[in-house]
């Protein structure tokens, strides 16, 4: 793949942008996508058993190696006994939790710290509800950059202490992930770290995003009816919907239907995503006190508020939450149904689908795809 093989551009108003030390549009401040050449699916996919299969997708730089430790291909499996208990004709758990520790955030971390580190950054920095600060820590370490993490004190104990064990600068704060954002913001402008923060620098959505091409190609290259994304930051529903995006303009996938409906799952303690759609609003105001045991969700303002309501619009999409008693039911439904040891997030997900198959905004018919982000055992001190 050539250096031009991809370029970078602004998400909302096209700006393009430098490659080096990218982060938000110069113009409009908005987050920055990657664009790449159309490439036919017969001869894109290298015989290679990760997420970097899909490397003509991916932000690499001719003769690059990236930064991996084997992420990605994780399974889809199909569960008929949730299929009935939430009401749909077929369901299916992507789980995530089988990803180098334990999260979907290795894959936005392996193509982030790939790029930072081909740009001779003296290290990295990273806020974070939980998985994320995991992930930088081990991807940080198998790139030999340094790396310092902020992390609410809250943060699941489990995950902190990967985050230490990978050799890390572990910061805990009080406070929310923003509060933490912030704190990360001002040691990399202090120190010249590179922040990879969600959305904030262009290069852990195009990891993410190849949740979505897998998903696909798992279900013998198409689109299931519905997708159920457990929502914080937004990384991985956006990073899926521009996938879809890609894959249909090299024809990989019918034109017939490329995207699916998209479903929104938020912790009713922190639903800034569910409360804006529901209002019709284009930006989501941030959620003061966010409080849900699934960390993950813990996002008062994301950034990727903007793209998240485009996606829901535009899909006939549906935003909802979850009591915290109804994602630890859910949470525990799902491992007893399957033996998937899943985070609270992906409990969220399944009930938030629930609740929308009962008010009649999911069809019964549907064929669904639900994301479990993370492993439970991550959550247990």
């Not at 399974?75 to 077929?90: D, H, N, Q």
Request: proline share 7%.
């Amino acid at each position: 793949m050539s250096p031009t093989s991809w370029l970078l551009h602004c998400s909302a108003c096209d700006t393009p942008a430098a490659l080096v030390r990218a982060s938000l549009c110069t113009a409009c401040g908005q987050p920055l996508f990657a664009r790449y050449a159309p490439v036919a699916r017969a001869t894109a996919l290298p015989v290679r058993w990760d997420m970097w299969r899909y490397a003509p997708f991916l932000p690499l730089l001719d003769g690059e190696a990236p930064v991996t430790l084997g992420e990605g291909l994780t399974p889809l499996i199909e569960s008929p006994v949730l299929a009935t208990a939430v009401g749909v004709r077929r369901l299916w758990i992507k789980d995530e939790a089988q990803n180098p520790t334990a999260s979907f955030k290795a894959r936005g971390m392996s193509a982030a710290v790939t790029r930072a580190k081909a740009q001779g950054v003296p290290g990295l920095v990273v806020p974070t509800a939980g998985n994320a600060g995991a992930a930088l820590a081990a991807y940080g370490a198998a790139a030999e950059l340094p790396v310092r993490v902020y992390a609410p004190r809250t943060t699941p104990r489990p995950i902190l202490d990967t985050i230490e064990a990978m050799g890390a600068d572990l910061i805990r704060i009080e406070g929310h992930i923003g509060d933490a954002g912030k704190l990360a913001l001002a040691h990399a402008a202090e120190t010249g770290f590179f922040a990879i923060s969600t959305l904030r620098e262009p290069y852990r959505v195009e990891g993410m995003k190849t949740m979505g091409y897998e998903m696909v190609e798992q279900l013998g290259w198409r689109v299931p009816d519905v997708l159920v994304y457990p929502t914080g930051g937004g990384e991985g529903t956006i990073g899926i919907w521009k996938a879809l995006q890609e894959m249909a303009a090299g024809g990989w996938i019918s034109s017939d239907r490329v995207q699916p409906q998209y479903v929104v799952a938020q912790a009713a303690g922190c639903a800034p995503i569910a409360r804006a759609f529901a209002a019709g609003a284009e930006r989501a105001e941030p959620w003061l006190d966010p409080v849900t045991y699934a960390s993950g969700l813990r996002v008062p303002s994301p950034l990727g508020d903007r793209l998240l309501l485009k996606v829901l619009r535009e899909t006939n999409g549906v935003a909802g939450t979850a009591s915290e008693a109804a994602i630890r039911d859910w949470t525990f439904r799902l491992a007893t149904a399957t033996g998937i040891d899943a985070a609270p997030e992906g409990g969220c997900a399944l009930s938030v689908l629930r609740d929308a198959v009962v008010e009649g905004r999911v069809a019964t018919t549907a064929e669904v795809v639900v994301y479990n982000t993370g492993s439970g055992a991550s959550y247990r001190a």
